[in-house]
């Protein structure tokens, strides 16, 4: 999942951006995960962790798979972690919450896959992507629809991601294959699938 146009603080909650565009890919269809490495030159300031850590590389999927994109024009979209592994010993709680306009048959049928499944998700913040899944620990995703018939109330769904990990928000800067071509996490450079029409 890409988040876009949020500022992202380390150890806060986002506020809400312009447009909201999401990657993720069940779990089952990753052949191998990059290699996560410890990345000094990401310090982040004293209320957060002095060493952010980083996936290098990309993930290996298998034959054929390629990672969904979701993209919400509401464009409420948030992420944020539970700081208590820096002091507890405890797993950091990664957490991704994005809300999407209407119940249309896309946002509702996102919604149940997401929930009875194990999906790993990338979002952007601050010009950075992050992951949120674990090879180890399961992404709970909790969709909340709502009708829009109460007083004050409109309709849609919001979906909330929580996962644990050793680290807050891990970068990514390996490489995004959709189906519509590649993003590099690295550089920002999408290459789109070249056309076989002559």
Not at 11 to 16: A, K, R, W
Not at 94 to 111: C, H, I, M, R
Request: hydrophobic content about 35%.
């Amino acid at each position: 999942m890409i988040l876009g146009n949020l500022d992202f603080k380390i150890g806060s909650v986002n506020p809400s951006g312009i447009g909201t565009t999401i990657y993720r890919i069940a779990k089952r269809l990753i052949a191998a995960w990059p290699t996560i490495v410890d990345d000094p030159d990401s310090a982040q300031s004293t209320d957060g962790p002095s060493v952010l850590s980083s996936y290098s590389g990309s993930f290996t999927l298998v034959d054929g798979a390629v990672w969904d994109k979701i993209y919400s024009t509401q464009g409420k979209g948030s992420m944020s972690f539970e700081p208590v592994g820096e002091t507890d010993c405890k797993m950091f709680n990664n957490k991704l919450q994005a809300s999407f306009p209407d119940l249309t048959p896309a946002a509702l049928g996102w919604s149940k896959t997401a929930a009875n499944d194990d999906y790993v998700y990338i979002g952007k913040s601050a010009g950075r992507y992050h992951i949120i899944g674990s090879p180890d620990y399961r992404c709970v995703t909790s969709p909340q629809g709502t009708s829009g018939d109460a007083a004050g109330s409109a309709k849609g769904v919001t979906i909330d991601v929580e996962c644990p990990d050793v680290t807050p928000l891990p970068l990514y800067v390996g490489n995004i294959v959709t189906a519509e071509g590649t993003l590099n996490c690295s550089t920002g450079v999408f290459t789109p699938v070249e056309s076989n029409d002559d």
